[in-house]
Each structure stands twice: as structure tokens, then as C-alpha cells.
């Protein structure tokens, strides 16, 4: 009898904390890492993949609701800097200068990797030239090269159009710092809103090469994606001339030989145990990662078991 008093006394003093720690200071109930509401900031370029993370979660965790607002990853840093939105999904870690807004304020938002994702570069079928050398992308992007008979002298094409998915996005972001590294960015160079208008400008320009998340373009089981490959073509690139190119796909993601790869993290500047906790972790376990997997990203978390095949 003593011991069951103990364990109801204990078990009620448990409940009883765990219902304080999910109220704020007016006993207001806040989310909890399975359940409540919270919206989150996501770079437009993983709107495929999120969505279909966020569709799982939500259906294991009924009591759960997360609201995705698809943005720039420059409005996205914006807002968690403004502590507008506690969650964001993007390409990049948070900069020095950034992670003190929060250092200032004792704590250091938890920055997890969730999946590796590509640049990559879309032409339309008029283009007969699909691969190009490292070199030859830098020069296209610093506006070097500006006619496409420079690339290819039999090019009946005109003048090199280049667009991006938006101004503030993390494509241009590391497009400039990646690509670049230093160089200044065409002057001929525009943005639209979204990888899907870049998809669909290139799809109509025969002079277009368009820049954007491979994440648009890799779920090949997904019927508009199958839709924009048919309308586009997609670039392979080679270290130099003379050498194997490849495109921005799982596989060259995960053996090095694309070379313009990058990481997604989520960032949670939630300073307790909420949902962003528990969206993080879900990504970034077994599930999650089997969903990037399937979508035709690079898990960041669990192994990939890679078949090599000859290339002829």
C-alpha cells in the first residue's frame, strides 16, 4: 500500500510538472514536441519535400499542426532574427553575427542537418548542349560568356538568359558564394518568384538556362515532376573538358561527383521542448529520412546504400 501511494504520489507530481512546462505564464497551453500549433518558415526550393514530411507528421501525431509559409531563405533568416517564426528550414547554417542575436540572449538555437540537396541548372530542349565544364558555369554566371556560340561554336541559339528561383533565395545565395566564389554575378542575370516560374520560363526560352533546387525536379515517381522533366532538360556538369559530367542526382550526390551540392537544416529557435523539437527530430530520424530518401534527396542522417552501374 506504502509503495502505491508512492508511485500515484510520484506519477502525479510528474503530470502535474508536465502540464506547467506546457503553459506559458498566463496558463495559456503552449505546443508540446507531439502536439499543438506552430507555424514555420521554409525556402521555397524544399516546398516538395517538406510538404510531404509535414503530410507523415501530421498524420502519426493527430494532436500535432504544423504550418509551413514557403519564402526566401533571406525572409526566412529575417524572421527568426525578428523572433517573428521559431523554425526555419534552409540551406545554411546561421552566420557568426547571427547566432550572437541569440548567444545575447543565453541561448544557441540547435542548427540540425536534415538532407543534401543540389543546385541545378535547366535548360530547354531547343539547347543541344547539356553538358558543361565547371569553368564554363562560372563564366556563364559572371556574364564571360554571353552568346551560346561561345560554349558552342555549331550553336545556332542567341544570347545566354539566365534565371533564378528569387532575389533572396539560398540558390542565389550560394550560387555567389559557391560558384563564384568572388566574382561578380551577370549583370544579365534576373530573378522570378519561384523555382516553378523558373521551370516554366526555361520551358518556353530556348536561349534560358534556369538555376534551382534539384529538390523541384528529383522525386521522379511524383507525376509533375514527371511533367517539368518532360519540358526541360537538365545539365550535367564536368570537372574539366574531356571529363565525365554529371547531373544533380542521389546517386552523385552521394559519391561526390556533382559538384554543387549542398546541406538543408532546420533551424529551431524554440528555447524549450515544443514542436519545433519534435519536428526537428522527426526529420531527422528514421522516418524523415526515409521520406528524403524516397524524394530523391541525400539523407543527411542515415546511410544510403549506393549500386554503382557503368555509365555507357
Given at each position: 500500500m506504502q509503495r502505491s501511494a508512492i508511485f500515484i504520489f510520484l506519477s502525479s507530481l510528474f503530470l502535474l510538472n508536465a502540464c506547467e512546462e506546457n503553459k506559458d505564464k498566463s496558463g495559456k497551453v503552449i505546443d508540446t514536441p507531439t502536439t499543438g500549433a506552430i507555424r514555420i518558415m521554409v525556402d521555397e526550393g524544399y516546398a516538395p519535400i517538406i510538404e510531404s514530411c509535414i503530410d507523415v507528421f501530421d498524420s502519426i501525431y493527430r494532436q500535432a499542426k504544423i504550418e509551413p509559409v514557403y519564402t526566401s531563405e533571406g525572409e526566412a533568416v529575417n524572421a527568426i532574427l525578428r523572433d517573428s517564426i521559431q523554425v526555419i528550414i534552409i540551406s545554411r547554417k546561421l552566420t557568426d553575427q547571427e547566432l550572437k542575436f541569440f548567444q545575447q540572449r543565453g541561448f544557441t538555437p540547435p542548427i540540425t542537418p536534415i538532407a543534401h540537396d543540389a543546385v541545378a541548372f535547366l535548360l530547354n530542349p531547343a539547347n543541344p548542349d547539356t553538358i558543361f565544364t565547371m569553368a564554363q558555369m562560372k563564366d556563364l554566371l559572371a556574364g564571360k560568356i554571353t552568346k551560346w556560340n561561345q560554349v558552342n561554336p555549331a550553336s545556332k541559339l542567341g544570347d545566354v538568359r539566365i534565371v533564378f528561383d528569387n532575389p533572396l533565395s539560398g540558390t542565389l545565395t550560394y550560387v555567389k558564394d559557391s560558384i563564384l566564389t568572388g566574382a561578380a554575378?551577370?549583370?544579365?542575370?534576373?530573378?522570378?518568384?519561384?523555382?516553378?516560374?523558373?521551370?516554366?520560363?526555361?520551358?518556353?526560352?530556348?536561349?534560358?538556362?534556369?538555376?534551382?533546387?534539384?529538390?523541384w525536379i528529383s522525386d521522379t515517381d511524383d507525376r509533375g515532376v514527371q511533367k517539368f522533366r518532360r519540358e526541360i532538360r537538365i545539365a550535367d556538369i564536368a570537372p574539366k573538358a574531356g571529363a565525365t559530367g554529371y547531373g544533380p542526382y542521389q546517386a552523385y550526390l552521394a559519391t561526390g561527383d556533382y559538384p554543387y551540392k549542398r546541406t538543408v537544416y532546420i533551424i529551431n529557435a524554440q528555447a524549450r521542448k515544443g514542436l519545433g523539437l519534435g519536428f526537428a527530430?522527426?526529420?531527422?530520424?528514421?522516418?524523415?529520412?526515409?521520406?528524403?530518401?524516397?524524394?530523391g534527396l541525400l539523407p543527411a542522417q542515415a546511410p544510403t546504400r549506393l549500386i554503382k552501374a557503368s555509365r555507357e
Open positions: 554575378l551577370s549583370s544579365s542575370a534576373s530573378a522570378l518568384k519561384t523555382n516553378a516560374e523558373v521551370i516554366d520560363y526555361v520551358s518556353k526560352n530556348k536561349n534560358a538556362i534556369g538555376i534551382i533546387s534539384a529538390n527530430s522527426f526529420l531527422a530520424g528514421d522516418q524523415g529520412q526515409r521520406i528524403v530518401l524516397k524524394d
